[in-house]
């Protein structure tokens, strides 16, 4: 997730909103695990709460978090039925599923705090867990860089550059992999470190936007000559959301106009991909006082000096879509040079995916424990008391 070490499993647990230039080149380059929806899709999954009936637990070795929060209980409401804008993009996420692989180009631009910057790349997607994905970012002074997730089926490279820093960290996926797929691996966790991995596709940026925002307007429409499925909705779960202060974002009332609450959906009728992710903060109601202030704090300067700032845009995009292609398998090789420092986190993951594994087999023979209570397998056989001997005369 953003800004977390790439060799934890770590939920976010707030979405960062001021954006300095430190910031973003570790909002950024923080963890090339996510998938590569690196601002818009690990914001929303870093704001997900995740369903649940156990309360929260504290963090295992290695930093994998348990799922936090707990969501079903009295104190909740209902659920909500999903609306036939959620229903559409429910299906596009089984359908992309299915993919077997993909090939595409994408670019996002963040417009944010009066920082303006954007994320171009290549996205490959083949059988047997080969992906390949490839990020540079331009337009923020002094942060240049490059990010590159590849996959050959049998280990995973995560390389990164920024400015003249150069990082290697492979893992090797099959013991991963044998972990994932253990029945006694709670499915959310499961499904995180899938996600972050790089296993999973758009889908996982889907799954994380049905999470965070309540769609309920769809309409038919045409983008670049293809008809699409033009999806509106808005913030519907502000938990994770901070203010510069690292204040929480009151619970109800107008969100800061820096937050992209609004967002506009663009999927393809015949193919369920999404196309184009648009995302707004909306316009503030109030002028911002930029004028300098004296020893006294009495402002100086006239008034016309104040300053309406604009909202936040994330536009996501992809173009040169092609599904179930047929890759070449030498597009997923890739080779450190031999004087690179290499990182080797397999140990590391195995570990974390090992704890959480038995903490879910402690705590299902707890709950059958429980479930039990405390009723014997079998009688205990009580001795009597013996007769009484008779006295003598």
Not at 100 to 118: I, R
Not at 252 to 276: E, Q
Request: include cysteine; proline fraction near 9%.
């Amino acid at each position: 997730m953003i800004g977390h070490s790439k060799v934890t499993l770590e939920e976010l647990p707030y979405i960062p909103t001021m954006l300095n230039n430190p910031s973003i080149r570790g909002l950024v380059f923080g963890s090339s695990r996510a998938v590569f929806f690196l601002i818009v899709s690990s914001a929303l999954a870093g704001a997900q709460t995740v369903p649940s009936d156990r309360p929260s637990q504290a963090a295992g070795p290695a930093g994998l978090a348990q799922p936090a929060g707990s969501l079903g209980t009295a104190a909740e409401k209902p659920a909500e039925p999903p609306t036939e804008a959620e229903l559409l993009i429910d299906a596009a996420v089984g359908k992309l599923r299915e993919l077997k692989s993909v090939a595409a180009d994408l670019e996002q631009n963040v417009e944010m705090l009066s920082q303006k910057f954007s994320l171009k790349g290549r996205y490959l997607k083949a059988p047997d867990h080969r992906v390949y994905l490839r990020l540079a970012v331009s337009g923020l002074p002094e942060s240049t860089g490059t990010m590159l997730q590849i996959c050959d089926g049998e280990t995973l490279w995560d390389y990164q550059q920024v400015l003249e820093n150069q990082r290697y960290v492979k893992t090797s996926i099959k013991p991963i992999l044998e972990r994932l797929n253990s029945p006694d691996l709670d499915p959310r966790i499961r499904d995180r470190a899938t996600v972050e991995m790089g296993f999973a596709g758009p889908e996982a940026l889907l799954v994380g936007l049905r999470r965070v925002i309540k769609f309920e307007q769809k309409e038919t429409g045409a983008l670049d000559g293809r008809k699409v499925l033009i999806l509106r909705g808005t913030w519907a779960n502000r938990q994770g959301l901070v203010l510069p202060n690292n204040q929480p974002v009151p619970p109800t009332g107008a969100l800061p106009f820096y937050v992209p609450s609004d967002a506009t959906l663009y999927l393809g009728a015949d193919d369920s991909w999404p196309y184009k992710l648009v995302m707004i903060g909306r316009p503030p109601t109030d002028l911002i006082d930029t004028r300098m202030r004296g020893a006294d704090n009495r402002v100086s300067g006239s008034k016309r000096l104040l300053e309406k700032p604009n909202p936040s845009r994330i536009e996501l995009v992809y173009t040169n879509v092609k599904l179930n292609p047929t890759i070449k398998l030498d597009e997923f090789a890739f080779t450190a040079p031999p004087q690179a420092q290499v990182e080797d986190t397999t140990e590391m993951l195995v570990k974390s995916l090992d704890a959480a594994i038995e903490r879910e087999k402690n705590l299902k023979r707890s709950e059958a424990a429980k479930k039990d209570g405390d009723v014997l397998e079998k009688s205990i056989s009580v001795p009597g008391q013996p007769a009484e001997t008779p006295a003598k005369p």
